[in-house]
């Protein structure tokens, strides 16, 4: 704009000078023509600045255009900056303050879930990688330092149970021998009280060591089934409630390897049962034989045990995983652990569940194959108080029964054959008529399923005297003898005597005593006194050569 | 095989009378004979009150005979036998005094005599 006023200036500025030029008439015209091809110049300049200054104006235009848009979307890329980082921040956040106490939790209690991101935005994006791998770390750590810790305690743990464990054994033979040496009532009884806090103590020393994986302690030998259930049960206050019924068609033993861990872990089914039932409700325990095994089944009639609960100790009885002390809660419930342990350890198995009374089953399972062995009732009787197998029972209910399993110096096949032919010369007319049909049937099925080869022989031979005892009854020392030396070689035991009152009477009570007529007394006490008398005079006519049978 | 490990006992002595050592009488002697009252076993008895009888059933046994075969202490035995005396299960007779004892002269002679017949 401005030069086209300078322009216009300059033509005004030659129009007025041409006044001056008048001298000449001529140069108008081309005063004229300068000024109008100078006006025309200067048209074509200003046109010419015209279109350079409207093309420079357009492009600042779209210069002006593209910043705004530029800036406006600078704008909009920092907000959602600001945004997604406030996200973030809320996002660590959320894992300082809630995922990561979770997850501190969860690894004291699994039960306990752990939250997830915050924003599902970030899911699968690097966040979420980042936080995850985080959490992981932590929880390896924490593991690891765990079962550090955890190790150390039971190391710990296991080296004071070990010792404590021996001295309590040591005690244990203390009062044991205690308990033969002294008769007198008041200290037999301090005795046996004091032997039974110590095996209750024993019992949860041991229990914990185990469940700190310590082996269970003591080897013993090859022990019965039943002893061993009712060794166990003999550990536990209120065992009386327990009761224990032997259904073992065999006598089945638990190899020597085997007895204590399989004792331990039927005490602490026994004392789970125990525990959560009534103090006046039985506790019932049976041993079952199977095909390949056997099995104790312990039934509480108690308060029972809740889905989580079952669901626990079978996670726990199934063995698989070591468990750390600190999940056993405080006070620690170390059984089902301890069981746990043996059952990976041993090879047996335990299974818990409901049982249809209400209450708890526990079935220890003991396979056959690598855990059972077939005892000799000979060598190694069972204890007086494991109870005998119904057969057993029933026999020994019959009259002129000989103890058929447990009479130590006898041997099984003995008695067998005893029972078996025992009634025919002198019960017959009584007995006859009422037990031998009950005994006919069960004497064979019972008997059969465990002959030994070995053993028939013997008791053929031995047999023979101890049919003849009624007619000589001195010669009843002779069977007992034979298999007592045979079995443990130890000092020879006496066996037993005739009733001193009664001798012959094998017969039930039944037949009236004061039948006998007075001749017969007669007769037989006459006979005895002859009898007496020719002995008598024997003895007399042998006595002057006595030596040389002192070794008889 | 290994050797024999451990002969520690499997069952303690206490089971057997519920940790009760005070017999119900206390005529009962290491020495009393003890016999079978019944020749069949009752029912509803305990094992081993079921063992004492079984194991007196062919005959009779002193006490300390029959703790000996029981593997059990005297004194828990008494305790056993006793309430198997109340029960009328057993019998119990005191052992023979030291007054009334036979002469030692005469065992003498009837071991000499065994002695001789088992020549």
């Known amino acids: 704009m401005g030069n086209i006023a300078a322009a216009i200036r300059c033509s005004f500025a030659?129009?007025?000078?041409?006044?001056?030029?008048?001298?000449?008439?001529?140069?108008?015209?081309?005063?004229?023509?300068?000024?109008?091809?100078?006006?025309?110049?200067?048209?074509?300049?200003?046109?010419?600045?015209?279109?350079?200054?409207?093309?420079?104006?357009?492009?600042?235009?779209?210069?002006?255009?593209?910043?705004?848009?530029?800036?406006?979307?600078?704008?909009?890329?920092?907000?959602?900056?600001?945004?997604?980082?406030?996200?973030?921040?809320?996002?660590?956040?959320?894992?300082?303050?809630?995922?990561?106490?979770?997850?501190?939790?969860?690894?004291?209690?699994?039960?306990?879930?752990?939250?997830?991101?915050?924003?599902?935005?970030?899911?699968?994006?690097?966040?979420?990688?980042?936080?995850?791998?985080?959490?992981?770390?932590?929880?390896?750590?924490?593991?690891?330092?765990?079962?550090?810790v955890d190790e150390a305690a039971q190391a710990t743990m296991r080296g004071a149970t070990t010792t404590i464990q021996a001295l309590l054994y040591r005690l244990q033979t203390l009062l044991q021998e205690m308990q033969h040496r002294y008769d007198d009532q008041a200290v037999a009884q301090d005795l046996l009280q004091a032997d039974f806090l110590n095996e209750q103590a024993l019992r949860r020393v041991q229990t914990t060591g185990v469940v700190c994986g310590a082996w269970p302690g003591l080897t013993r030998d090859d022990s019965h089934l039943a002893d061993l259930v009712v060794g166990a049960m003999s550990r536990l206050r209120g065992y009386e409630r327990i009761q224990v019924s032997n259904l073992l068609r065999d006598p089945v033993g638990v190899v020597a390897r085997a007895v204590e861990p399989v004792a331990i872990a039927l005490t602490e089914l026994l004392a789970n049962a125990l525990h959560h039932s009534h103090h006046e409700l039985p506790v019932a325990v049976t041993l079952q034989q199977g095909n390949r095994g056997a099995s104790v089944i312990v039934d509480d009639y108690g308060i029972g045990m809740h889905a989580d609960e079952i669901a626990y100790a079978t996670r726990l009885l199934g063995g698989g995983e070591q468990v750390l002390l600190t999940e056993l809660g405080d006070p620690p419930r170390s059984g089902f652990a301890a069981v746990g342990q043996l059952v990976r350890q041993y090879g047996f198995t335990v299974h818990v569940e409901s049982s249809p009374y209400g209450g708890v089953r526990a079935v220890v399972y003991i396979p056959g194959d690598p855990l059972l062995t077939l005892m000799d009732e000979t060598a190694q009787p069972m204890s007086a108080m494991a109870p005998l197998p119904p057969q057993m029972l029933h026999a020994h209910s019959t009259p002129l029964g000989v103890p058929q399993t447990m009479s130590q110096g006898m041997s099984h096949a003995v008695s067998q054959t005893a029972s078996?032919?025992?009634?025919?010369?002198?019960?017959?007319?009584?007995?006859?008529?009422?037990?031998?049909?009950?005994?006919?049937?069960?004497?064979?099925?019972?008997?059969?399923?465990?002959?030994?080869?070995?053993?028939?022989?013997?008791?053929?031979?031995?047999?023979?005297?101890?049919?003849?005892?009624?007619?000589?009854?001195w010669h009843e020392a002779e069977p007992a003898h034979a298999p007592d030396s045979a079995s443990d070689a130890g000092l020879p035991r006496r066996r037993r005597r005739r009733p001193a009152v009664e001798p012959e009477r094998p017969l039930p009570r039944t037949e009236p005593v004061a039948e006998r007529s007075p001749q017969e007394s007669a007769t037989r006490w006459a006979a005895l006194q002859s009898g007496t008398l020719s002995g008598r005079a024997e003895a007399e006519y042998r006595i002057p050569r006595p030596e040389g049978n002192d070794q008889g | 095989m290994t050797p024999r490990q451990s002969n520690r006992r499997l069952v303690p002595a206490y089971l057997a009378t519920g940790g009760r050592a005070r017999p119900s009488r206390n005529t009962l002697d290491r020495l009393t004979v003890l016999y079978g009252a019944t020749v069949t076993a009752p029912a509803g008895l305990r094992p081993e009150a079921l063992r004492v009888l079984a194991l007196l059933r062919p005959g009779a046994l002193t006490v300390a005979e029959t703790a000996s075969h029981l593997r059990l202490p005297v004194s828990v035995v008494k305790v056993l036998v006793a309430d198997l005396v109340d029960a009328g299960h057993l019998h119990a007779r005191s052992p023979i005094p030291e007054a009334e004892q036979i002469d030692r002269q005469i065992l003498e002679r009837v071991l000499d005599g065994l002695r001789t017949l088992k020549s």
């Open chain 1, 420 to 473: 078996q032919v025992d009634p025919a010369p002198g019960s017959a007319p009584v007995a006859a008529a009422e037990h031998t049909p009950a005994r006919a049937p069960e004497a064979e099925p019972v008997r059969t399923p465990e002959p030994t080869p070995a053993r028939a022989p013997e008791a053929e031979t031995a047999y023979t005297p101890e049919a003849e005892r009624e007619a000589e009854p």
């Open chain 1, 14 to 148: 030659v129009a007025t000078f041409t006044p001056h030029t008048r001298t000449s008439m001529t140069s108008i015209p081309a005063t004229l023509l300068w000024c109008l091809s100078a006006g025309t110049a200067a048209a074509v300049v200003m046109t010419f600045f015209l279109v350079r200054m409207r093309r420079g104006s357009q492009a600042l235009r779209r210069h002006l255009a593209t910043a705004e848009a530029r800036r406006s979307a600078a704008e909009r890329g920092h907000s959602e900056l600001a945004a997604q980082l406030r996200a973030t921040e809320d996002e660590l956040r959320h894992l300082a303050e809630a995922r990561l106490p979770d997850l501190a939790t969860s690894l004291a209690h699994p039960h306990v879930a752990v939250r997830g991101l915050r924003d599902p935005r970030f899911t699968a994006t690097d966040v979420d990688r980042s936080l995850t791998s985080a959490m992981d770390q932590l929880a390896q750590a924490v593991a690891k330092e765990r079962a550090r």
